[in-house]
């Protein structure tokens, strides 16, 4: 049985930083990445890293945000800089193998 265990979420003024962790049990993902879905929103694609490290990023969060993982660890994680307003979503966490696995997602807010 696969779990998703995230973590780090919370308020955070604009400006801020918040480093988010999803750590995986089981079998090692080809690809890892996080998502994020605002009240009236779809779920959009955030960042995603492959098991080598190669990593991509929405426009809207490049520069500011940085995805990372450790393999050792199964674990990985989601570094956000310079938060903004419209960054304040539900993020989760996402395992790609020959299945999704998703995680029950953490709660960001980026608020004055």
């Known amino acids: 049985q696969v779990q998703l265990v995230e973590s780090g979420g919370g308020l955070v003024q604009p400006g801020g930083s918040l480093r988010l962790s999803c750590a995986a049990s089981?079998?090692?993902?080809?690809?890892m990445g996080w998502y994020r879905q605002a009240p009236g929103s779809q779920r959009e694609l955030v960042a995603g890293?492959?098991?080598?490290?190669?990593?991509n990023y929405a426009d809207s969060v490049k520069g500011r945000f940085t995805i990372s993982r450790d393999n050792a660890k199964n674990t990985v994680y989601l570094q956000m800089n310079n938060l903004k307003p419209e960054d304040t979503a539900v993020y989760y966490c996402?395992?790609?193998?020959?299945?999704?696995?998703w995680g029950q997602g953490t709660q960001v807010t980026v608020s004055s």
């Open positions: 996402v395992a790609r193998g020959i299945l999704d696995y």
């Open positions: 890293i492959s098991r080598g490290g190669s990593a």
């Open positions: 089981g079998t090692i993902f080809s690809i």
